[in-house]
């Protein structure tokens, strides 16, 4: 089974409008931790948000907030007043557990277009 | 700020070369990684380290090597390139046990 699943390839949005990446996760560990990056068409990955699964309130970074579902499994990605510079690809992670090397999982990624 | 530099931004090499790709982190991190990515494929874990001279596979490590000599510095070789390599490479570094991976720019391999 996929441990990061990304539903939706490609996204728009309007300019100003807020919106939400779907993602939802898989894993048995009581203990990890939830991450989503955007990678711009210049290619580098660049961290946005964190969210661990202890965590009770849901992350937020400026206009990133984290919508955390833990029983849903699901950790949506939400961009309030949506610029046009946020027009890349955005992909959600996790990373299972403490232990010593432990992985992190990627989502296939999700294609915003932020609309002038 | 964490920083981690690869050498190359862009290369261009020939089939059969063997290919040299570095990556050094400036945060003290155990753990680092390399990635390849793909249109459609997302990130593909190639190797990765959580401590010098250890190494560990990930999904595709075939045509691949790593070394791991100074934790700053994390090599990731091809033996003997070919165009299926062809990609682009990222390097990543991460703490031990918690917190997010910082990337590097990535570099766009070309084999010809």
């Known amino acids: 089974a996929q441990k990061i699943t990304q539903t939706q390839p490609g996204m728009f949005v309007q300019e100003k409008e807020a919106v939400t990446l779907d993602c939802t996760y898989d894993?048995?560990?009581?203990?990890?931790?939830l991450f989503w990056y955007k990678q711009p068409s210049s290619g580098e990955m660049i961290f946005l948000i964190y969210?661990?699964?202890?965590?009770?309130q849901n992350a937020t970074e400026g206009r990133y907030s984290l919508n955390f579902q833990k029983a849903r499994k699901s950790a949506n990605l939400v961009i309030s007043a949506s610029q046009l510079g946020d027009s890349a690809m955005y992909f959600c992670?996790?990373?299972?557990?403490?232990?010593?090397?432990?992985?992190?999982?990627f989502g296939t990624g999700t294609s915003l277009t932020v609309i002038p | 700020d964490v920083k981690v530099t690869q050498s190359s931004r862009y290369l261009v090499k020939r089939t059969g070369e063997k290919v040299f790709l570095e990556c050094v982190q400036d945060?003290?991190?155990?753990?680092m990684f390399w990635y390849r990515q793909d249109p459609g494929l997302g990130l593909r874990l190639i190797y990765f380290?959580?401590?010098?001279?250890?190494?560990e596979k990930g999904d595709i490590p075939e045509g691949y090597s790593v070394s791991r000599e100074k934790k700053e510095r994390f090599s990731l070789i091809l033996e003997s390139a070919s165009t299926n390599q062809t990609s682009m490479y990222l390097c990543?570094?991460?703490?031990?046990?918690?917190?997010?991976?910082?990337f590097g720019d990535g570099t766009r391999l070309s084999i010809l």
């Open positions: 990543a570094s991460s703490l031990q046990g918690v917190g997010p991976q910082h």
């Open positions: 894993t048995s560990d009581q203990s990890y931790g």
């Open positions: 969210q661990g699964s202890y965590d009770e």
């Open positions: 992670a996790m990373r299972e557990g403490l232990v010593t090397g432990n992985q992190f999982y």
């Open positions: 945060m003290d991190h155990e753990n």
């Open positions: 380290s959580y401590d010098v001279k250890m190494k």
